[in-house]
């Protein structure tokens, strides 16, 4: 994780995967699906900085990595994992241009959230899903998801209402 949040992503996805490797040993599975997530991310950053085909290639393995850890999160019954990992899919299908898929992961991560009681989580998933109308040029939506968030983050998170406030003014 030090080696993402420094940007050195390639040394962060082998240390990753070494990590992953321990955890399968030690069979501890939510670490397995945790160590599968952050490599869907590192992934994502790494298909950012990419062009063409490598690109497709960093976000191919990055959807990958995310449905393995949503599958084993799933199977241990790690709803909440389950649900951050869907928003990491939603967030790569959106950096990749596959809006539907980005749309479906969303708001199924939203049918999981919503009965776990986890209100921040729902307003991030809520402002991905208006980050991905506005994309469409679906302003009219992106501008609903928006406020949608921004009262939930007033209720929940008001710290956090200053990036919401400037997604409604950008879309208005």
Not at 135 to 160: I, S
């Amino acid at each position: 994780m030090l080696y993402h949040m420094k940007k050195d992503y390639e040394t962060a996805l082998v240390r990753s995967q070494a990590a992953e490797a321990l955890f399968r040993k030690a069979n501890i599975q939510a670490h397995v699906a945790a160590t599968l997530h952050e490599q869907g991310l590192i992934c994502n950053e790494m298909a950012r900085a990419a062009d063409g085909e490598q690109s497709e290639e960093y976000w191919e393995t990055a959807v990958a990595r995310f449905q393995s850890s949503l599958a084993i999160s799933r199977r241990i019954g790690n709803e909440s994992g389950a649900a951050d990992t869907l928003v990491g899919l939603g967030m790569i299908f959106k950096d990749s241009g596959r809006m539907e898929e980005a749309i479906s992961a969303y708001n199924e991560a939203l049918a999981i959230q919503k009965p776990l009681g986890q209100p921040v989580k729902i307003a991030i998933t809520i402002e991905h899903l208006g980050s991905v109308h506005e994309r469409q040029g679906q302003y009219t939506a992106a501008l609903a998801k928006y406020r949608e968030c921004l009262a939930l983050m007033q209720q929940y998170a008001p710290h956090n209402t200053a990036i919401v406030q400037n997604d409604i003014a950008r879309v208005q």
